[in-house]
Structures are given as structure tokens and as C-alpha cells.
């Protein structure tokens, strides 16, 4: 057996003797978000560093636990901190539990992230739902062997977002009450932030949104055939010419700000998933 199918293998199985619960969708916790694990119900919680051959995040605003309960009806295993090419990981390593969500029963996928906000019409605390991405990391998860039990060599990311969750995304919205936008999120490598150059560069390609997740975790959920919802929190406005310095604490600030609004639409959009 291959040498990523026996890691796969391995982390199913010790995730399958902690819970006795099919999880039927996951959820990926970006930076200041979080929180919404907390509300799991009869959560079975697992740090990172217990499962075999997962990784273990570094970045400030990620906890690094899975949480696997139930939430809005549905039986969910929650990540509590990602994990980012920046911090060095491969890309295999950085979509690592998304394939282990995968063999552990998961079909559709939750993913967020924090980011920064390119198109003049976002502004700094908006919900932006993702249709569509644009991989600027510069890798791909899927490159090297590919393994049919996983997934076909040459998947498609025509809808690599699912139309139907991206309408249920604003209709739940709608009725709470919580304003979203919808857009194309961008993906670069980091750690650093853009130069005024590069933003206009990737402002230029059709690019709504920018941050430095995400897109590798979606590319690994289509190639499994899994449905994905994708929601950007916009914690700064990233327009070249009335930039100004951002740090990653005020990134995290803002997504601690936005966090009732979003708890309130993911758990919307579970509950009539």
C-alpha cells in the first residue's frame, strides 16, 4: 500500500476508535473563528498532535483540535485550526485531514477563512460566500502519484464550489438577516502580505478576495468528490491604492467581531443542509 494511503488508513482508524459517530459534514475553522466548535454538542475532542500523521498548527488564532459532535442536527467533525504551506508544511500535509475527513464518512465540506478584501463593493466585517477560486500558491496538492481510491487524476473544478450550498448560503442569510456578498477568492502561498503591485495584479485577474488558505483544502475535497461551501471573512480591505499596513492581530480582531454573524449563518446553513 501506498505510503499516503497507509497515513490515511492510519489516522481513520484511530479516529474511528475515539467516536462512535458517522460525521457527515466537516468543518474548516479559520483564523478568529473558531468558536463555533465550542458549540458542538457531545463533542468527542481530539488534539492534533494525538492523531497519527497529522500535522500540527503554529499560527496564532488556531487552536488545533478536532471536535466531532453534533451541531444543528447534523453530526459534524469540526477542525479548530488549519493548517497553511506558509508554516511549511507540503501541500499533501496541509490537505492531510480533509482526505482522513473523507474515509472517516464526510461528504460535504464547510471551509472559512479570514481574509482581505479586494473588491471596492466588500468592506472590512463582510461575509463574502466563495463560487469560485483562483490557486496563486504557486503548488497543488494533487501533484505526484494520484491514487484511484482517492480520486481521478484530472478532477474538475468547474463547480468546485456547489452551486446549490452557495444559494442556500444567501437564502439562509436572507432570513437572518446577515448581509453576504459572493466572489472569487484568491489563494497565494504568504507568509507575507501583498506588495500595492501584486494586489493590483491579482485585482486585475478577477479576484474579489485574498488570503492564504483555503483553495488547496477545495482542490483535495473535489478530487474526493465531496460538496463544499466556502465563506471569507473580510478582516481588512486589501485595495492597492488606499492601502495601508495591516498585522495579523488586527486581522484577528475583526474576525472576533464578525464571529456572532457568522456563527449565526454556518449554523443557518447546517441545520438545512
Do not use: W
Not at 65 to 71: A, P
Not at 121 to 130: N, P, Q, R
Not at 167 to 185: I, R
Amino acid at each position: 500500500m501506498n505510503h499516503l494511503l497507509e497515513k490515511i488508513e492510519e489516522a481513520k482508524s484511530y479516529l474511528l476508535g475515539k467516536i462512535n459517530v458517522k460525521p457527515e459534514v466537516g468543518l474548516i475553522l479559520g483564523s478568529g473563528l473558531g468558536d463555533l466548535a465550542d458549540e458542538i454538542q457531545n463533542p468527542v475532542v481530539i488534539d492534533y498532535s494525538e492523531i497519527p500523521n497529522f500535522p500540527v498548527s503554529t499560527v496564532e488564532g488556531h487552536a488545533g483540535q478536532l471536535i466531532v459532535g453534533e451541531l444543528e442536527g447534523k453530526m459534524v467533525v469540526a477542525m479548530k485550526g488549519r493548517f497553511h504551506y506558509y508554516e511549511g508544511y507540503t501541500m499533501q500535509e496541509v490537505t492531510f485531514p480533509v482526505r482522513v475527513m473523507k474515509a472517516i464518512g464526510v461528504e460535504s465540506l464547510v471551509v472559512t477563512n479570514a481574509c482581505g478584501g479586494l473588491n471596492p463593493k466588500l468592506h472590512a466585517g463582510a461575509l463574502m460566500v466563495i463560487n469560485d477560486h483562483i490557486n496563486f500558491t504557486g503548488s497543488n496538492p494533487l501533484i505526484g502519484e494520484n491514487h484511484q481510491e482517492l480520486g481521478p487524476r484530472f478532477p474538475d473544478m468547474s463547480r468546485a464550489y456547489y452551486p446549490e450550498y452557495v444559494e442556500l448560503a444567501h437564502k439562509v442569510a436572507k432570513e437572518k438577516d446577515v448581509e453576504t456578498f459572493e466572489g472569487v477568492y484568491l489563494a497565494i502561498s504568504g507568509p507575507n502580505y501583498l506588495s500595492k503591485a501584486e494586489l493590483r495584479m491579482v485585482t486585475n485577474l478577477g479576484a474579489d478576495t485574498i488570503g492564504m488558505s483555503t483553495v488547496p483544502e477545495v482542490i483535495v475535497a473535489n478530487h474526493g468528490g465531496m460538496k463544499v461551501l466556502g465563506i471569507s471573512c473580510v478582516t481588512d480591505m486589501a485595495i492597492p491604492d488606499s492601502l495601508e499596513s495591516i498585522s495579523h492581530e488586527q486581522v484577528m480582531e475583526m474576525a472576533n467581531k464578525t464571529k456572532p454573524k457568522f456563527i449565526q449563518l454556518v449554523k443557518g446553513i447546517l441545520k438545512e443542509m
